[in-house]
């Protein structure tokens, strides 16, 4: 992080500078220090607040207030989680981006529902779940979050009745006129300076039809939290009409809490010590997929894509779980082989990587929490020889097992540092996911 820090005549000592400097580098690991009411306000863990740090500050008050006062610290800031530094560095590169950013997902509802209450539960989600409500700026010279108290849902209620009143087939009409909308919400840019960071539809079609269509930035959620939100929505809208109501888990941190919690875990000694475990992993591999498309790669990733469903039946599906069970394997690090020898089979390379997805919520906390907290890790796939399937199974299994007390590690620090050169025409080191959603 720069250290730099504003020109001002108040500052004019190098003892002062010093010491705004240190702050700022603190501030960069988790420690916030803002201005509320005229007061100087202090919070952060005891490997970053010491008493030399406090009688500093107390001895230099009212500098320390001007300064934060002209970096823009009225309220609360918070720095951004590794993930989130990614996803905010992606927004800022282009429009295509942006829309690319968004997530949106959509659900039908068959019976009676009460708009105004769903209104009511969306809004108190938006209270419960802070991510949602976190505007994002440049302050010291870096991203940094801080939580809005009170902000407005975008909510459109849409009346579609007509539609199928029209229709033949109702059922096709209804699924792709939701898709419709979907497609609609997914290309408005979220800003991430002035939230909500989540918009909602209602369709009407029927007295008891009804569609919700919600969409949110990445940078405030994952997969996992697509989870949360729905099983929030529902407790929250049905909390007053069944009998004991839904109880939700009280949530003992915010997603900022976790970003700050991650960023003092890893010291300048523990990210070397992880990242001197990604160097030797990951020595010698080829950096590049060397698939073999149908057309040119373009000079820039369109971001446009297609998707293909295959459907595995019950009788191979069974003979998976077999085979992963007889090796003391777990179902995805079989299907990963598996995906491994494709990409084998296809590249005809011998050695390259393949990434996955991991949730990353390593405390009980975190489990409730609406928040981007998944990291993508890369998997060295070898083929030296010619090894046979339970070879490679066994391998891609001591692999996955060695990389547990690393997979929080960023990969944009891992691409950092073996120093892969970035480009527009691809992602650096990681070219092909594999992922089993359960």
Same mark, same amino acid.
């Given at each position: ?6 020109a ?50 107390r ?13 823009g ?7 951004l ?19 690319a ?64 009143? !029209?229709?033949? /087939?109702?059922?096709?009409? %209804? $699924?792709? =006129?939701?898709?419709?909308? @979907?497609? +609609? ?5 979220f ?6 960071l ?84 990951? !020595?010698?591999? /080829?950096?590049?997929?060397? %698939? $073999?498309? =149908?057309?040119?790669?373009? @000079?820039? +990733? ?25 090796h ?19 590249s ?91």
């Amino acid at each position: 992080m720069s250290t730099a820090v504003s020109a001002s005549p108040d500052f004019a000592t190098v003892a002062e500078k010093t010491l705004l400097q240190k702050l700022a580098r603190l501030m960069s690991r988790g420690l916030s220090l803002w201005v509320e009411e005229g007061q100087l306000q202090l919070s952060g863990s005891r490997a970053l607040v010491d008493e030399d740090l406090v009688e500093s500050l107390r001895s230099h008050k009212q500098l320390v207030i001007e300064w934060l006062r002209a970096e823009g610290f009225e309220n609360r800031y918070y720095p951004l989680s590794f993930g989130q530094r990614r996803l905010w560095y992606l927004h800022s590169l282009s429009a295509d981006n942006r829309r690319a950013l968004n997530v949106t997902f959509a659900f039908g509802i068959r019976g009676e529902f009460d708009v105004a209450r769903a209104q009511l539960a969306l809004e108190e989600l938006l209270r419960r779940q802070s991510s949602l409500r976190t505007a994002y700026h440049l302050r010291l010279h870096e991203p940094m979050q801080t939580l809005v108290s009170e902000v407005t849902l975008p909510l459109v209620i849409r009346e579609r009745g007509h539609l199928l009143r !029209a229709a033949g /087939d109702q059922l096709d009409t %209804l $699924r792709s =006129d939701v898709n419709q909308i @979907a497609i +609609q919400q997914s290309a408005i840019e979220f800003d991430l300076e002035n939230p909500p960071l989540i918009r909602a539809n209602i369709l009407r079609y029927a007295k008891d039809l009804h569609a919700v269509v919600i969409s949110l930035h990445h940078i405030a959620c994952d997969g996992w939290s697509l989870g949360v939100l729905f099983r929030d929505f529902i407790a929250l809208y049905l909390r007053d009409s069944i009998v004991p109501p839904i109880d939700l888990p009280v949530l003992e941190k915010s997603y900022a809490d976790f970003a700050c919690d991650q960023l003092q875990r890893f010291s300048v000694a523990e990210s070397q010590r992880q990242l001197d475990f990604w160097r030797e992993s990951l !020595a010698g591999v /080829d950096h590049e997929l060397k %698939l $073999r498309p =149908d057309f040119p790669r373009p @000079a820039e +990733q369109s971001r446009r894509g297609a998707r293909e469903i295959v459907h595995l039946d019950a009788d191979l599906l069974e003979a998976l779980r077999v085979l992963s069970r007889n090796h003391e394997a777990t179902l995805f690090t079989t299907l990963l082989t598996c995906y491994g020898i494709m990409l084998h089979q296809q590249s005809g390379q011998r050695d390259f990587v393949v990434g996955t997805d991991v949730a990353n919520r390593n405390s009980a906390a975190d489990a409730d929490l609406v928040g981007f907290f998944v990291n993508v890790v890369p998997v060295r796939a070898q083929f030296e020889g010619d090894p046979r399937f339970t070879e490679l199974l066994a391998l891609f299994k001591r692999r996955l097992m060695a990389q547990i007390p690393y997979q929080e590690f960023p990969l944009e620090r891992v691409v950092d540092g073996l120093k892969i050169p970035r480009n527009s025409t691809q992602s650096p080191l990681v070219q092909a996911l594999f992922v089993l959603q359960n």
